[in-house]
Antibody, heavy 124, light 107 residues
Framework: QVQLVQSGAEVKKPGASVKVSCRTS????????INWVRQAPGQGIEWMGW????????NLPQKFQGRVTMTRDTSIATAYLELNRLKSDDTAVYYC?????????????????WGRGTLVIVSS | SSDLTQDPAVSVALGQTVRITCQGD??????ASWYQQKPGQAPVLLIY???NRPSGIPDRFSGSRSGNTASLTITGAQAEDEADYYC??????????FGGGTKLTVL
C-alpha cells in the first residue's frame, strides 16, 4: 500500500528539539522528493523544505535554515524532520508530503501523497 | 513577488458554480496545484498541471490558468465541498509556495 506514516504527537518545552519521522511504503523511496509543511492551529499551510531521498540534498527556505534539519534513512525508507530551539509558535501539525510531477515537465510539481500529520505542542 | 494570494473566504449556493482564485507572479511560469482540506484532516490533491485530476476526484473540480492567476472551479457545488482550499506552486528556486487558503462555505 502506497502511504506515508508519521510518528506520534509530541509535547516539548521551549528550547528543546523535536524529530518527526515519515515512513514511506509501496513505492520507490528514492524516486520522489519528500517535502515537509506545517500548519499552526487555525492557520494556513507553510512550506518548510524538501529532501531528495536519493542524494540526501535538501532545500530549506531561509526562515528555517540553521534551525531545521532534514535527513533520511534509505534502509528503512524513512524521512526525518528535526526542529531545534523550539518556540511556542512552532506549535503546529507537521505533515510530510510526496512530491510528484517529474514526468510532466519542469513547470509541474505537486504533492500527491500526504502523511496524516504529527502534532507538535511547544509549551512550558 | 514570491507570494500566492487567495481570497480568505468564498461562499456558494448548493448546486451552483464557484471559482476560487490564486494570484502570483510564479504562476506565469509554473502550474498551480490545488488541495482540499477538511477539519482535522490532511490536505488532499484535487488538481495539478494544466487541468488534471487524480483518480477519485469528482469531475466537478477543474483548474485553469490565465496570466498570473490560477483558478479552481467547482461546477455544481455539493455540501461536502465545504472545506479549506489551498493553491501551491513552485518558484524559480525549486522552492514551493502555498496560498493563504480559501474557506469555502456552501449555503
Amino acid at each position: 500500500q502506497v502511504q506515508l506514516v508519521q510518528s506520534g504527537a509530541e509535547v516539548k518545552k521551549p528550547g528543546a528539539s523535536v524529530k518527526v519521522s515519515c515512513r514511506t511504503s509501496g513505492y520507490s523511496f528514492n524516486a520522489h522528493y519528500i517535502n515537509w509543511v506545517r500548519q499552526a492551529p487555525g492557520q494556513g499551510i507553510e512550506w518548510m523544505g524538501w529532501i531528495n531521498p536519493y542524494s540526501g540534498g535538501t532545500n530549506l527556505p531561509q526562515k528555517f535554515q540553521g534551525r531545521v534539519t532534514m535527513t533520511r534513512d534509505t534502509s528503512i525508507a524513512t524521512a526525518y524532520l528535526e526542529l531545534n530551539r523550539l518556540k511556542s509558535d512552532d506549535t503546529a501539525v507537521y505533515y510530510c508530503a510526496r512530491e510528484a510531477g517529474y514526468s510532466s515537465g519542469w513547470d509541474t510539481r505537486y504533492f500527491d501523497l500526504w502523511g496524516r500529520g504529527t502534532l507538535v505542542i511547544v509549551s512550558s | 513577488s514570491s507570494d500566492l494570494t487567495q481570497d480568505p473566504a468564498v461562499s456558494v449556493a448548493l448546486g451552483q458554480t464557484v471559482r476560487i482564485t490564486c494570484q502570483g507572479d510564479t504562476l506565469r511560469s509554473f502550474y498551480a496545484s490545488w488541495y482540499q482540506q477538511k477539519p482535522g484532516q490532511a490536505p488532499v490533491l484535487l488538481i495539478y498541471g494544466q487541468n488534471n485530476r487524480p483518480s477519485g476526484i469528482p469531475d466537478r473540480f477543474s483548474g485553469s490558468r490565465s496570466g498570473n492567476t490560477a483558478s479552481l472551479t467547482i461546477t455544481g457545488a455539493q455540501a461536502e465541498d465545504e472545506a479549506d482550499y489551498y493553491c501551491n506552486s513552485r518558484d524559480s528556486s525549486t522552492s514551493h509556495l502555498f496560498g493563504g487558503g480559501t474557506k469555502l462555505t456552501v449555503l
